[in-house]
């Protein structure tokens, strides 16, 4: 191996560990994501020195933060799988990720306490895209895993695409 190729390999390694290393403590800090709600008043007014908050639906700020907490952190953890799983199967993250985004816009946009009841109407035609679309990666898998000899994991390589950076990654699935 050359030295340039070696210094190029050692440089990736490098941005690979400080990635991992970032998604490593985000996911090790969650159990305390989940309790910032215990940092907020328990009444129904907030006073910050950038805004105030008034909780007209729910008694108290509390149970506001602790409802979106429940909704941001599995967002989250389902957004690092989606970007770090390696499997064919990955698109299929995209409904749970979207329903959670639609009940949290729902839930910041509500003026009623039910702003979960409907989501499913909602999600059928982001599903009806999703869950066809995954079955025919399936089909070309299993076309190819039995017109050619080849395991399924070089299978599921040769069908990803490998973007160099973040504009690349987010451009391969939207």
């Known amino acids: 191996m050359t030295e340039k190729k070696l210094k190029y390999q050692q440089k990736d390694n490098r941005k690979v560990i400080i990635a991992g290393s970032i998604i490593a403590t985000f996911i090790a800090i969650t159990p305390y994501l989940f309790y910032l709600y215990e940092g907020v008043p328990n009444r129904a007014v907030w006073n910050t020195f950038i805004y105030t908050f008034n909780s007209e639906i729910y008694e108290n700020v509390q149970v506001v933060v602790w409802t979106l907490t429940g ?32 009940q949290i816009i729902s839930f910041s946009l509500s003026n009623t306490h039910f702003f979960d009841e409907f989501e499913l109407i909602h999600m059928i035609p982001f599903i009806a895209i999703i869950i ?33 950076n973040i504009w690349g990654i987010l451009n391969q699935y939207f």
């Open 132 to 164: 066809p679309s995954i079955y025919l990666i399936r089909a070309r898998i299993f076309n190819r895993l039995n017109s050619v000899d080849k395991s399924i994991q070089e299978l599921e390589d040769e069908l990803r695409v490998k973007p160099k």
């Open 71 to 102: 909704k941001i952190i599995p967002l989250l953890f389902l957004t690092v799988w989606f970007f770090t799983c390696r499997h064919w199967w990955y698109h299929a993250l995209l409904v749970p990720i979207a329903m959670y985004c639609y």
